[in-house]
Every structure is written in C-alpha cells, then in structure tokens.
Antibody, heavy 118, light 108 residues
Framework: EMQIVESGGGLVKPGGSLRLSCLTS????????INWVRQAPGKGLEWVSS?????????RYAESVKGRFTISRDNAKNYVSLQMNSLGVDDTGVYYC??????????WGQGTLVIVSS | EIVLTQSPGTLSLSPGERATLSCRAS???????LAWYQQTPGRAPRLLIY???SRASGIPDRFSGSGSGTDFTLTISRLEPEDFAIYYC?????????FGQGTKVEIK
C-alpha cells in the first residue's frame, strides 16, 4: 500500500525557518518525481517545488519561493525534505507532498500545516 | 505557465442530478496530462481522474473525464451526498504544475 506522510509543520515567526519532511513507502521511490503543493487557508492549490526522479536531481521552484526554499531527496531513505527559509505570512498553509504521475495516476499525502505569524 | 480556468465557480444542484464542470487551458495540452481532484473541508485533495479520462483507483464510475486540447470536462452522472465538494483541475504536462481555481458543487 502506498503511503506518503508529511511532517515538520508548525508555528514560526516571520523571517524564520522550517524543514518539512516527506516520508514515502509502497512504491519504487527513485522512479518518481516528488513535488510539494501548498494551500493557503480558504484558497486554491499552488505548486511549490519539485525534484526529479532517479539520480539527476533536477530541482524546480515556484517563483514565489525561489531563493528561499530548497528541496532535496534521499533515495536510500525514500525521503524528501523542503527547507523553508525567510518565511513570510503568505507562506502559511497546508503543505502536501505529491508523487509524480505514472500510468496508474498520482498520489498525495495528507499534508502538514505551516503557520507563519508573530 | 499554463493557466487553467474553471467554470462555473459554483454549481448548485440536487442529489441525483448530473454535474458538468469545465476546465479551459490557456494553451493546448499536447499530451493528455490533465487531472481532476475532489476536496472536502479539512481533507487533502483526492485524485479522481488523471490522463484526462482515467479514473483513479477506487473512484466510482459516476465520475468521468473528457476533452482534449484546451477544453476539458468532469462529469458526475448522478450526484451522491458525498459528492458535494470543491473540484480542481490540474495540468502536469509542464512545470510549473498549475491548478484551476476550483468549482464548488453545493446542495441546492
């Protein structure tokens, strides 16, 4: 059974940092890109960042987080992290980890809540 | 980036009725990399449809997807009480992945 579990969310002050974790199981991790998607309270879905499959580790970021967020993956541990620095109130929301698509579809975790507030 | 525009913003229907949701892309999706999600309050998005028309595992056959190019449709043939929710379309043909703004299906 596929599982994706996010953790690391919490309350942080503006300008602070958080590191989100995404732990996966039930699929061949190295074969898939892993993505972060966020949702501000009462708003829609926004793609944040992606790391490519395999060992190429091609990294992509939304313009809104470029230079502040860093994504990385560990294929040996089936794990992806998102280091978030210089957080602002606009970064508040639920952060979802999502596996890339294949012929059977995609898969998302249940999310972790990040609140940026003084 | 590819902009996805969903319509209508809100759809007011009764259980048992048919729902037709639209998603229009700002440029043609040359491959069928279009997905639909359902979201209820406090829950993660649930993948319904991927590849324009393939149902995800466990999704009832009252949900169907269609379309090509720039125009895509999610149809719910007969609304069940648990179907009243917000629906999002998403393109994954290129980065950045983009999502429509959502259509809320509410009970009339």
């Amino acid at each position: 059974e596929m599982q994706i579990v996010e953790s690391g969310g919490g309350l942080v002050k503006p300008g602070g940092s958080l590191r989100l974790s995404c732990l996966t199981s039930g699929f061949r991790f190295s074969d898939y890109s892993i993505n972060w998607v966020r949702q501000a309270p009462g708003k829609g879905l926004e793609w944040v960042s992606s790391v490519s499959s395999g060992t190429t580790n091609y990294l992509r970021y939304a313009e809104s987080v470029k230079g502040r967020f860093t994504i990385s993956r560990d294929n040996a541990k089936n794990y992806v992290s998102l280091q978030m620095n210089s957080l602002g109130v606009d970064d508040t929301g639920v952060y979802y980890c999502a596996r890339g698509f294949d012929a059977s579809g995609g898969f998302w975790g249940q999310g972790t809540l990040v609140i940026v507030s003084s | 980036e590819i902009v996805l525009t969903q319509s209508p913003g809100t759809l007011s229907l009764s259980p048992g009725e048919r729902a037709t949701l639209s998603c229009r892309a700002s440029e043609s999706l040359t491959r069928n990399y279009l997905a639909w999600y359902q979201q209820t309050p406090g829950r993660a998005p649930r993948l319904l449809i991927y590849g324009v028309s393939s149902r995800a595992s466990g999704i009832p056959d009252r949900f169907s997807g269609s379309g090509s190019g720039t125009d895509f449709t999610l149809t719910i043939s007969r609304l069940e009480p648990e179907d009243f929710a917000i629906y999002y379309c998403q393109q994954y043909i290129m980065f950045p992945w983009t999502f429509g703004q959502g259509t809320k299906v509410e009970i009339k």
